[in-house]
Nanobody
């Protein structure tokens, strides 16, 4: 049974920090790229940060560059999001996503995608 369980969300004051974790089970974690998304009511889901399966490459939304850091521990099947210098615009539900694509035949590509349930982050004084 595939599971992605986020934790670490909560209420923090502007300028503060939080560290989100996403614990994976039920699939081969090290084969999957991992992505953190966030969403607020009435807005489209936003990609926050992504890390490749081996951890060799990361990407960030412009809005979080220099403040957020994504990392992973494949031995613990966990991906992290360290969030510093938080501001109210970072308030959202943060969800982790596991994804991989592969070819089942020369012209047929398949994607496996899994989602966690999300954790609320609220930045407010």
């Amino acid at each position: 049974q595939v599971q992605l369980v986020e934790s670490g969300g909560g209420l923090v004051q502007p300028g503060g920090s939080l560290r989100l974790s996403c614990a994976a089970s039920g699939f081969t974690f090290s084969n999957y790229d991992m992505t953190w998304y966030r969403q607020t009511p009435g807005k489209e889901r936003e990609l926050v940060a992504r890390i490749t399966s081996a951890g060799g490459s990361t990407d960030y939304a412009d809005s979080v560059k220099g403040r957020f850091t994504i990392s992973r521990d494949n031995a613990k099947n966990t991906v992290y999001l360290q969030m510093n210098s938080l501001n109210p615009e970072d308030t959202a539900v943060y969800s982790c996503n596991a994804g991989r694509s592969y070819y089942v035949s020369p012209f047929s590509k398949k994607e496996d995608v899994y989602w966690g349930q999300g954790t609320q982050v609220t930045v407010s004084s």
